[in-house]
């Protein structure tokens, strides 16, 4: 697999608080994560950076092609709940940063089968056979509401609170992880992105860029679009192709 990836401050934010990383560890394993950080103080810069590297380092040095389904999702969610720890003991050393966070969502492809952790409302899309699909469901107020039946799902893009998540990571001592094992994902990829780029641009909008574009243009294009459409917040895409 090929892995890209791109972020962008946006049209209207004075810092970007995204991060991403990735590796092709070796031509059986590869991963990609975006985080989408939060807090004042540069608070939000800081818990996604920590985030980033945390998980980046244990993937790295935990993910073997040998590894089983649970072996794997065992490894996925240590690496998230290491972040977790390690920014929530940040900002109980540094009270300005009390309430940081970030969202995590962090995609592996082991022997062509593919496994997604996440937490918060940055998704991973599948892209097979010229559709697009999101794996995670947002950890969200809005997304609550939804399944209460409280709103629909296109009143839930225009909602006033719809940037307010559920759950975070690094924000308490504990977090809830979920998981998906995708299974073999043959010719298909996966898309990551933050809600800078899922929130301005509509999966037709999405699926349209990924069936007409290199995959190597793909995640620029997607933020192109992205600021083409408002660029209100920053925005962050990794593709593993």
Do not use: W
């Amino acid at each position: 697999m090929m892995i890209y990836g791109k972020t962008d401050i946006g049209r209207h934010r004075s810092s970007n608080q995204d991060e991403f990383a990735y590796s092709i560890l070796n031509e059986r394993v590869c991963f990609g994560l975006v985080c989408d950080g939060m807090g004042g103080e540069n608070g939000g810069q800081v818990a996604s950076a920590i985030a980033a590297q945390t998980i980046y380092e244990i993937l790295h040095d935990h993910l073997t092609p040998e590894l089983t389904d649970e072996q794997v999702k065992a490894v996925l969610v240590q690496a998230v709940s290491r972040a977790n720890e390690a920014i929530y003991r940040r900002s109980l050393q540094q009270p300005e940063y009390l309430g940081m966070g970030t969202t995590a969502v962090v995609a592996a492809v082991l022997d062509g089968k593919g496994y997604v952790v996440h937490v918060g409302d940055s998704r991973a899309y599948r892209f097979k056979a010229g559709e697009l699909s999101q794996i995670t469901k947002d950890h969200s107020l809005v997304q609550s509401l939804v399944e209460q039946g409280k709103i629909t799902q296109e009143q839930a893009k225009d909602h006033p609170q719809k940037h307010m998540i559920t759950r975070a990571v690094g924000v308490a001592s504990k977090v809830d992880i979920d998981f998906v094992c995708l299974g073999d994902i043959g010719s298909g990829s996966i898309l990551l992105c933050s809600d800078g780029l899922s929130g301005l641009c509509d999966q037709a909008e999405m699926e349209e860029i990924l069936l007409s574009t290199p995959p190597n243009q793909v995640c620029e294009a997607l933020v192109d679009q992205a600021n083409q459409n408002g660029g209100f917040d920053n925005i962050t895409a990794v593709y593993l192709c």
